[in-house]
């Protein structure tokens, strides 16, 4: 009876506390942000390659303080924060700015469900900016360095017997005033630079677990060559030779394949009659794994997918190219940098997030490069389903170093330095990084290929964008080729080239485009053009702000008329001189750049989606017209 009280004055205290919440002010919001409900935010399964059915989300309202850096454990807290949306953010319900010195401080209660008392609990964050430690019941459970990963940890030590359990976050968050990968998060943002993402900025769930063993992670290769899949479950403890891993393969709801294997050991399966996996047909194959224990019994069931589908460079009339399931198709996409209004970094709603792949589809393009940002798991599966292929950035590094108030004073004029600093080194040779910072870039860089390495829709690795932060470009490049043989490898998109991987990349934003060298080694492809900027009065971020783009119209007829004088050069480039690939620049508007496809709140389409697709469909009819 005690505890039926006590749960229903903790949902009483968590009614009025919704009702309190409100998002910042003063910004452009999406449609989705009018649905926001800190009751109910972000609920979908995070991980969908690697689902159970035992999970608690920890998303909604938790407490928060802001302290500097050198200050222990506050008693007391400040107010609410929506999570998974960052301090900055106006769904966050704060909307503070967050400096070098400041530490993040979260808490939140929760209840574990009855019936997981005889399991291990995981706690997982998929994302938090940057630097964090972790307490679960007052005792301290861990640290993570990492913007863009994600990182669990096994709390069952911690958990009381009954009643509320308590987590606690502490966060610091340099941005560009230290040597973390960032992407286009500046403290004083400007220009290409945008508003900054800290602390928590995706979902935060327990999972239960047998207490026993159970599966931390599979890597699944296919082969549609020889019309196979290559599975590989992982558990979490190594002395598991006792226990198997049964694996059954669906296909349309019907089983196709079945084997086992142990913990650690490949199992390799001939998938008959491969239905290959494309834009055009997106297929995919469902997989259900059971852990196995000694004594026969399935401890653990987990359910992936894959999709049979190949990614390579061939020979196309006289000209290296882009090879889909040993075909030649040309890679026409958006640069897509994943920023919301409202959010940020963070979507509005999963419903949201979809809506931007679906929309980039609908316009007929069958590409997206990723720019400098990782999304949350749940958006390379809206890929994966949809049949979009993905060029996946690697989060810049930083462009300063600096700490101080003082030194933040001087940003803006450092950044001119250091980017003619940066102008000259693109003509020279690679950059020299200090070994910690290149092996926390490394470690990232990894996390991001091991997490996403069984994403079909993911077809390209780009680790380097125009020389920012650029440093032992074919070292880096070879090793992603070890991590991920089976993918390409663009070893630097624009400008700072150099003589390895597969792509030859140049970004051009004149009117007139520049046509790149075909390369004889490498797919020839312009990884960033366009920039065509149409500002929309009742949708821009800040109308005070300069609302800026490479070229800048003022009506819907002019931007269709050089929309298409662009294309048209790529069409004739790809024609004539066997580009493989072009990336137009942008999905959406971001803050002062108008330069997007559609407005950054979502709210209008610069050009009908139709127009682009017919326009779009001319680049995938095949020619032989090379010369």
Not at 101 to 123: A, C, G, I, T
Not at 250 to 256: E, L, P
Not at 455 to 473: C, L, R, Y
Request: aromatic share 12%.
């Amino acid at each position: 009876m005690k505890n039926k009280f006590f749960l229903f004055l903790l949902f009483t205290i968590s009614l009025i506390q919704a009702q309190r919440w409100k998002p910042v002010e003063g910004k452009i919001m999406s449609q989705w942000a009018e649905n926001v409900n800190p009751e109910k935010i972000w609920q979908e399964y995070p991980r969908p390659q690697f689902q159970r059915s035992q999970w608690k989300n920890l998303n909604g309202l938790w407490d928060y303080t802001i302290l500097k850096t050198h200050q222990i454990q506050p008693q007391k807290f400040d107010g609410k924060i929506l999570v998974p949306f960052s301090f900055e953010s106006a769904l966050s319900g704060v909307g503070k700015s967050i400096n070098p010195e400041d530490k993040m401080w979260y808490r939140k209660s929760f209840k574990l469900p009855n019936n997981w008392s005889e399991n291990d609990v995981v706690l997982h964050f998929e994302a938090v900016d940057y630097h964090c430690a972790v307490w679960v019941n007052d005792a301290f459970v861990g640290t993570h360095k990492g913007g863009f990963d994600r990182f669990s940890f096994n709390i069952t030590p911690y958990i009381k017997p009954e009643g509320l359990q308590k987590v606690v976050l502490a966060v610091e968050d340099a941005t560009n005033f230290s040597s973390q990968p960032r992407g286009k998060q500046q403290i004083n943002s400007s220009g290409i630079f945008y508003t900054p993402v800290s602390g928590i900025w995706q979902t935060v769930w327990l999972e239960a677990v047998s207490s026993e063993a159970f599966l931390k992670q599979v890597k699944i290769t296919t082969d549609i060559d020889n019309s196979s899949v290559s599975i590989i479950p992982m558990s979490n403890i190594s002395l598991v030779k006792r226990y198997k891993v049964w694996v059954d393969i669906f296909f349309d709801n019907k089983k196709v394949a079945s084997g086992i294997t142990k913990p650690g050991i490949p199992l390799d399966l001939k998938i008959e009659n491969a239905q290959l996996w494309s834009p055009d047909h997106p297929n995919l194959y469902d997989v259900r794994m059971s852990l196995i224990n000694p004594s026969r019994v399935v401890i653990d069931l987990v359910e992936s997918y894959f999709g049979m589908r190949k990614i390579s460079l061939g020979n196309h009339n006289g000209v290296k190219y882009l090879f889909l399931n040993n075909a030649p198709l040309f890679h026409y996409g958006t640069l897509d940098q994943g920023w919301w209004p409202d959010g940020l970094l963070t979507p509005p709603s999963d419903e949201a997030m979809r809506y931007d792949i679906e929309i980039t589809k609908a316009m007929g393009f069958n590409m997206i490069r990723k720019h400098v940002k990782i999304e949350p798991d749940r958006w390379y599966y809206h890929c994966d389903q949809l049949g979009i292929m993905v060029w996946q950035d690697m989060p810049s590094y930083n462009r300063l170093a600096l700490k101080t108030p003082e030194q933040m004073k001087e940003t803006k004029q450092k950044n001119r330095i250091y980017d003619a600093l940066e102008r000259v080194k693109r003509e020279g040779s690679d950059l020299i990084r200090r070994s910690e910072d290149a092996a926390q870039f490394e470690f990232e860089l990894r996390r991001m290929i091991d997490l996403h390495f069984n994403a079909p829709s993911i077809v390209m690795w780009v680790p380097f964008n125009e020389g920012w932060g650029q440093f032992d470009t074919c070292r880096i490049t070879k090793y992603i080729k070890q991590l991920d043989p089976d993918r390409l490898v663009n070893p630097a998109s624009g400008w700072t080239i150099r003589p390895c991987g597969d792509i030859y990349d140049i970004h051009t934003y004149d009117i007139d485009l520049t046509e790149p060298t075909t390369a004889l080694d490498r797919a020839t492809v312009i990884g960033e053009f366009g920039g065509i900027g149409y500002p929309i009065n009742d949708n821009l971020w800040d109308p005070e702000m300069r609302n800026w783009g490479y070229q800048t119209y003022y009506n819907a007829e002019e931007l269709l008329k050089n929309y298409i004088y662009k294309f048209n050069q790529i069409l004739e480039m790809k024609e004539k001189n066997g580009l493989s690939a072009a990336v137009y620049t942008q999905t959406t508007d971001v803050e002062g750049e108008i330069n997007g496809l559609i407005t950054y709140d979502r709210k209008e389409t610069k050009i009908p989606p139709q127009t682009l697709k017919e326009l779009h469909s001319k680049l995938y009819r095949e020619s032989n017209n090379f010369r």
